[in-house]
């Protein structure tokens, strides 16, 4: 059944109005009018009803066609608007037409009236159309933005014409810099063979899906599963293609360290069972050289004898340490001596890392025990090693430290995330290159590495916080551009004589007369747990926030200073040029020096002067300190 026409006539003439009514019934269009005839009567229709098509005489007693028009197009209706009228000249109109109208008509041509209204009830519906569909599209195109996906949409030479939230959150680019520009020189630089690949196929067969390899915004790399499909139209050609991309980047580095991790636990079990096989090979070497020193006198002889023996004894403790390293990181909590693994460490990296890294060890003789999975923190101790080679590709100095600290409640109130108590200090430091902050902020972060694709897979340092979190320790890091990196890894002591240590030393702490010392660093925490350490124990502290301020402070009150501490590493002027300064102003000036690298410090700054590293505890500060002022010059 055919709707009808639900049309709204304002016409104050009943005679007209009756005239056009029938005009437009002989058309033979079935209609339903709402007559009108001034502008109360008007609004209130269009207020109360929907309709799909307007007329209105152009004049009518204190209202007139271009009113009612306005009114209608403010209402925001979609009904056409057709203007009757008598005496409607062609300026007014064309001006009808510019406001909105959908046509004009002179009652004395209504022959026109038929036709116009069906052309203005069809493009009414063709715009209503259209409106739906744009509806639809946006809310294609929202729900096209929720999707963590890269959809993009390009023509047929590989333009990009469309690109969603998802494509902008993978690859950073937003829409305005990406579409206009080809997927190759947007994206894919290294996959642009496969990408010219793609377009081929998808145009041919309708689809092609592989994974792709492609640049993002910031310079790196993200590796997706991609999509393509071509929409074709109704005579079956190709018009656009669709690429769906899913980023696969962490996934293909999850199987990668799994496939290492095979590797790694492959070459674990290969070492083991060739070890055998290689001693059974050494040990005639050194039996025979063995036997063979005792029965060649000559002298030109024994030299070669010493190497052979040397030799094979290398060879044996080489099988030794690659064994430990290959059996894993599981195992049970023993107490050990941390000392002995960073010797046989020291021994590995000396023999397969460059020449050209200098490796130095130096182990407190005194050092406590760590309850600790042996494997575990030589892997630690690898890694960190490791990382700090990579560091220095020119060569350098590698230093591995081990020292016992006791954690006090001053050296927290620095450290919010230390606890008190006895620890073993594992020092790793280096020479290289050093760490900006942004990327010191992310290091341990899993999979975020700056080295090149296949160098590394960013597991590392997250591996080392994990095991040292396990073990109920901590890791500090300190880095400088140019300069070095040093990471302190604090493991607990496990011995009970490390507890006697610690009441032996706290109970002999030594205790200041009322000296004044000034205390100058940047760090506010540092100055306060500083100036309360110093204070509680018997000395009076002045305290600047950097090296200017600590010159200007010194010059007010140089006879009551006895000891300046200051930290090397301050913005305006920093602790190498105060400690030149001060010694200019007087050259007896007892100082202490504080810095988070004391590797990387040059040793002429600091000439004669102690230097600490940072963090301390009191105690390695009390001493420090009397130790200083007692000095005699």
Known sequence: MTKKIRILHLEDNSYDAELIHSTIEAEGMDCEFTHVKNRQEFESAIDGQTFDLILSDYAVPDYDGFAALKFARAKNLLAPFILLSGTLGEEQAVESLKNGAADYILKQRLIRLGPAISRAL????????????????????????????????????????????????????????????????????????????????????GEWIGELTQFIKSGKTVIVQSHWTCPRDHADQPTSVLVINTDITEKKQIEEQYLRAQRLESIGILASGIAHDLNNVLAPVLMGAQLLRMTVTDPEAIGPLDAIESSAQHGAELIKQILAFGRGVGGERIELQVGHLIRDVHKLVRETFPRSIEVQVNVAKDLWLVKAVSTQVHQILMNLCVNARDAMPEGGRLQLRAENLYVDENYVASRPETKPGS?????????????????????????????EIGKGTGLGLSTVKGIVKNHEG????????????QFRVYLPAASSASVKDVEHHQQSLPHGKGECILVVDDEENVRRVTATILERCGYYTLLATDGAEGL?????????????????????????????????????????????????????????????????????????VRRAIDEVK
């Open 122 to 205: 069809a493009e009414a519906q063709e715009r209503a159309e259209r409106k739906r569909g744009d509806e639809r599209i946006l809310e294609q195109a929202m729900l096209l933005d929720k999707a963590h996906d890269a959809i993009l949409v390009c023509d047929l030479a590989g333009r990009i014409t469309s690109w969603n939230k998802g494509a902008e959150r993978i690859y950073g680019w937003n829409v305005t810099e990406a579409v206009g520009k080809t997927i190759q020189e947007l994206l894919s630089a290294k996959d642009s063979d496969r990408i010219e690949q793609a377009q081929r196929d998808v145009i041919a067969k």
């Open 474 to 485: 901590f890791i500090h890091v300190y880095s400088e551009m140019n300069k070095g990196t």
């Open 423 to 451: 620890y073993v200090i594992i020092t790793v430091s280096d020479t290289g290159t050093g760490m900006p902050p942004e990327i010191l902020q992310r290091i341990y972060d899993p999979f975020f590495t700056t080295k």
């Open 552 to 624: 200007a402070t010194y010059v007010a009150h140089q006879q009551d200073v006895k000891l300046v501490i200051t930290d090397m590493m301050m913005p305006l002027m920093g602790g190498a040029p105060l400690i030149r300064a001060l010694r200019r102003i007087n050259p007896d000036v007892k100082m202490i020096a504080l810095s988070g690298m004391v590797d990387s410090i040059d040793p002429e700054a600091v000439a004669g002067v102690e230097l600490m590293s940072k963090p301390f505890s009191a105690e390695q500060l009390l001493v420090a």
